[in-house]
């Protein structure tokens, strides 16, 4: 995985540098940006805190990106190697997203072993 951020003190949120990248001026390409990575975070904190406990500090996770057929191909046989992607995002600090439910998502994800 990324080691963007080692120590979480000098952890940047995504935020400032997209802010930043576009001369101090939001738009809704940030805020989208800045909505999906909390997503992520969110969830990367959940799965984090039902695997090892609630002692976590920070977390780092992937993306993993597929294509899907086109519908002409639907029916062909999948090949042996498709072409993914992936993105590593670095370190940060856990989040804990309002309603979020860690006793919930803890006995799904135990569920699912």
């Given at each position: 995985m ?34 999906a ?31 899907v ?45």
């Amino acid at each position: 995985m990324a080691e963007d951020y080692e120590e979480m003190s000098v952890w940047k949120p995504i935020a400032d540098d997209l802010i930043e990248a576009q001369g101090g001026e939001t738009s809704s390409t940030v805020a989208t940006m800045v909505r999906a990575d909390r997503v992520a975070t969110g969830y990367a904190t959940q799965v984090a805190r039902a695997t090892w406990g609630g002692d976590i500090v920070a977390v780092q996770f992937q993306l993993r990106r597929t294509p899907v057929p086109r519908w002409d191909d639907r029916l062909e046989p999948e090949p042996d190697d498709p072409s993914r992607t992936y993105r590593d995002f670095g370190w940060r600090p856990v989040l804990v997203n309002e309603g979020q439910d860690d006793e919930s998502f803890t006995r799904t994800v135990e569920r699912l072993r």
